[in-house]
């Protein structure tokens, strides 16, 4: 099994950036396909980004298109989400994903393991 550790979350205001981490530990990342999530608070788990193992291709969410990116650096067994002009809506507690099996991650259901979540909170 792997481990998700999410770190970079904090306080910013509103049009700034931000750089998420997820470390990995316990096996390697390049075995996962990866996403980030994020969830509001009395909101469900979104999805925010996803990326595949090479990290060759990635899909985002209309609501985050142009303002954020998502990496992986398999050598580091680490992924990124950087955040950029930042909006209040995107307060949130944003947590890492990994789904080891085949086929892509599109909704939580898709997930095998979730990191503990990091809080970004963007004010106005």
């Known amino acids: 099994q792997v481990q998700l550790a999410e770190s970079g979350g904090r306080l910013v205001q509103a049009g700034g950036s931000l750089r998420l981490s997820c470390a990995a530990s316990?096996?390697?990342?390049?075995?996962?396909?990866l996403g980030w999530f994020r969830q509001a608070p009395g909101k469900g788990r979104e999805f925010v980004a996803r990326i595949s193992r090479s990290g060759g291709i990635t899909y985002y969410a209309d609501y985050v298109k142009g303002r954020f990116t998502i990496s992986r650096d398999n050598a580091k067994n680490t992924m990124y989400l950087q955040m950029n002009s930042l909006k209040y809506e995107d307060t949130a507690v944003y947590y890492c994903?990994?789904?080891?099996?085949?086929?892509?991650?599109?909704?939580?259901?898709?997930?095998?393991?979730w990191g503990q979540g990091t809080q970004v909170t963007v004010s106005s």
């Open positions: 316990g096996r390697a990342l390049s075995n996962y396909a």
């Open positions: 994903a990994a789904r080891g099996r085949t086929g892509s991650i599109n909704t939580r259901y898709d997930i095998d393991f």
